[in-house]
């Protein structure tokens, strides 16, 4: 299917999609992309690191100097608070039983890349990025998202890649995506899509 008008920005891989190119309608690879988000991590003493997390909640606190918070299995993880924190920029939890994002997450400015990938998500919100300036790469695939929220009329988000793959969404309407204008990477191979409204 075409989309006319996709975004302001440069879209480098979509998945599933065709996009046009001022008057020629193409398939765009993600070949750039990928089909997630990249999981090459260098060992550090700054990140907070966990094979096996076998609690119902997690807290993230204000007066750590952890860069990074890595959750790689989680499965009874349902609530995840976050304090102001500064120094955070990556957060990633995988395998876990989250149903939403962490309201929390506003909390850590400086965030550059999150990843929630193999839980229970049902609904994103683009709302919770609102106060993420240099958030740059957002990993939710192997979710259940069947909804996506568009944020305030006005608001920009600073997202450049967004991994949806393998979740439940139908419908992927341009409006709720007007406010990701630095997007280059847009992938939802594996999901429901029947409709793709400009």
Known sequence: MAVHKFFHS?????????????????????????????????ETDYAYTTQSYDQRTFTIPDNSSYE????????????????????VIFILIDKCSLVSVPRTIRNVPHLRRLTIRS????????????????????????????????????????????????NKIRQLDMNVLHALKELHCLVVDNNRIEEFPS
């Not at 480098?12 to 190119?21: E, F, G, P, R, S």
Request: aromatic share 6%.
């Open 68 to 87: 990074m918070y890595l959750l790689n299995s989680a499965p009874l993880l349902r609530y995840v608070f976050i304090q102001h924190n500064v120094n």
């Open 119 to 166: 839980c229970r998500i049902q609904h994103l919100d683009l709302n919770d990025f609102v106060h993420l300036p240099i958030l740059h790469e957002v990993d939710f695939n192997h979710n259940q998202i069947v909804t996506i929220t568009e944020p305030p009329a006005g608001a920009v988000l600073a997202i450049h890649r967004l991994y949806l793959t393998y």
């Open 10 to 42: 440069t879209i480098l891989a979509i998945n599933v999609l065709k996009c046009t190119d001022k008057v020629h309608t193409m398939p765009l690879v993600s070949k750039v992309c990928g089909s997630q988000s990249s999981s090459l991590l260098l």
